[in-house]
């Protein structure tokens, strides 16, 4: 079995929340790019399927492996203060639509298995670092 394999099997998703916000919502408010730092590319990230209102978007494993090695989860934090959590998240319920990096879900249908800090997160899944 592949890396790639082994982290397309994984059945948790993972979402990063500063309070009760998302972290990508959190670092694009009006100021985020006060900085000058340029925004690392995203462009791997397909456009989400048409769904609902209130869909919660979760990472897969692939999708949160790309989010870190991208550089982009390291943009988000840098750009927002305060703790930032890191969320295991079983959901597998109901979901609006989904692609290999992102799931859309309603959030009633999210079930936070495990809370830690994020570099722990990264450690227990074999990712070292931010890029």
Request: aromatic residues 10%; proline residues 8%.
């Given at each position: ?67 870190v090695?991208s ?24 979901v ?36």
């Amino acid at each position: 079995m592949t890396d790639l394999d082994h982290w397309r099997q994984l059945r948790n998703y993972y979402r990063f929340m500063r309070g009760e916000e998302a972290l990508e919502q959190a670092a694009e408010g009006p100021n985020a790019d006060d900085t000058g730092v340029p925004r690392p590319d995203a462009s791997w990230l397909a456009a989400p399927p048409v769904v609902e209102p209130d869909a919660v978007t979760l990472w897969t494993a692939l999708g949160l492996k790309r989010y870190v090695e991208s550089g982009l989860l390291a943009w988000h934090i840098s750009r927002v203060g305060g703790q930032i959590d890191s969320w295991v998240v079983f959901s597998a319920i109901k979901v609006y639509g989904q692609n290999e990096h992102q799931v859309f879900c309603p959030p009633d249908q999210i079930r936070v298995i495990r809370r830690l800090p994020v570099p722990d997160l990264l450690r227990s899944l074999g990712l070292s670092g931010m890029a």
